[in-house]
């Protein structure tokens, strides 16, 4: 009884040491994610706290440094936490015993609890929060523009994964993987992911257009009012620019191939610049009801640009954009073409997010884990953007100036110096870590072109043509034929 009594109270004080540690100062938590968001979010989904070392904070902390981390097993997430713990713990043996316990079950059942709304919710206000305090730049006279675009990732095959995201139809059962569709809206100006819309990548309404209308009729106010959105040739529909315009916020999109541009039409505003009038389609799209479609105006006028590419290694030598910035003296044809430009930001910023933060391919087995860990690795990036943003403020440069991979390269060398780091030596320690960020600059490479392909040659293993059970089936008779 007395070995139980003391084992029980060592168990209080790692979980009080754990408590203390996340929610101060020894984490570097504090710098990235302030305690009194994560509690008021905490609080807001109505998360109760229970006795345990995995308490909703501390899962959170687990879980960030886990997508974080070059390994990005659950089984290195506990050994961080406990490796941290011990290194700040009392140095009682009963206290040493009960942070023994590499066991990633408890951890795994705490993700588990954790809500995604919660997850969801973090993520968008630190992205929210970040584009505010951004400055908007003097493209489109200092509008504020964001950007949309569509990726994908796949994860581990599991039939609950391949219920809620199928594999492409052009890989046969057993050697595909699920696919899942990502639809997201960024800050062109500091690069924080502002709302995201998933779904699968086949079936009715499973398109970017249909996760884009849902996801802006989510609540989520990722576009206000007086904002410039930046999309590629598949948003330019009627319906799209009229939706927008409905909350009054403009578009600059490319033109859609399939329609037909005439600038000897409409009024003329320049070389290759004109405004036209868009006419209401007569059939109503299935996802619209009739209310809807009644409110939809009859006409609407866009501005149509022609712009010449004289970029070597660009696949077009002109384009057309289509736009509802419709003044040419305050958004001239160079400035048109320059916001547009921009928008290839939104692939690099993707880029980012699935080769640099690792997550092309997702490693949760199940659905709700699956959006999960999503939502985690945005989370993850908005912080480090946010990071980002002060060292650019303190060194007198824009925010996308500063390299995304060396600064998740410097706050990974950081990391463990600012856990241990005490209250007086975090502020010196936190100025050296903007500083390094800092000087890390993205290359300038203006017009710069490469080929889509690899030098090194892959390893010649052969690829699986058949279910993984077949070919263990064919295996087992194989060894038995030669026995």
Known sequence: MVRHG??????????????????????????????????????????????????????????????????????????????????RGAGDDDDDEALCQPDTGPYCKARKRLPERLLSRLTCEAGADLHRRAPAGKLLGGRPVKVVDGTTVSMPDTPANQAAWPQPSTQKPGLGFPLMRLVAVMSLSCAAVLGLAVGPCKGKRTGETALFRALLDGGDNVLTAGDVLLADRYFASYWMIALLLARGVDSLFRQHQLRTVDFRRGTRLGKDDHVVTMTRPAQRPQWMDEAAYAQMPAELAVREVRVAVAVKGFRVRSLVLVTTLLDAELYSKDEIAKAFRCRWHAELDLRSIKRTMGMSVLRCKTPDMVRKEVWMHLLAYNLIRTVMAEAATRAGVEPRQVSFAGALQTLDAFAPALRLADGHDLPRLWAMLLRAIARHRVGNRPDRYEPRAVKRRPKPIALLTVPREQARNRLTRAAATHA
């Open 6 to 87: 003391r084992r029980a109270g060592a168990c209080h004080k790692v979980r009080a040491s754990a408590k203390r540690l996340v929610e101060g100062d020894g984490a570097g938590l504090r710098e990235l994610l302030p305690p009194e968001r994560v509690a008021a979010a905490v609080e807001a989904e109505g998360i109760k706290f229970i006795d345990c070392l995995f308490t909703p904070v501390v899962t959170l902390w687990a879980f960030l440094a886990q997508v974080l981390g070059p390994d990005r097993s659950c089984r290195a997430a506990v050994a961080k936490l406990l490796a941290l713990l011990g290194a």
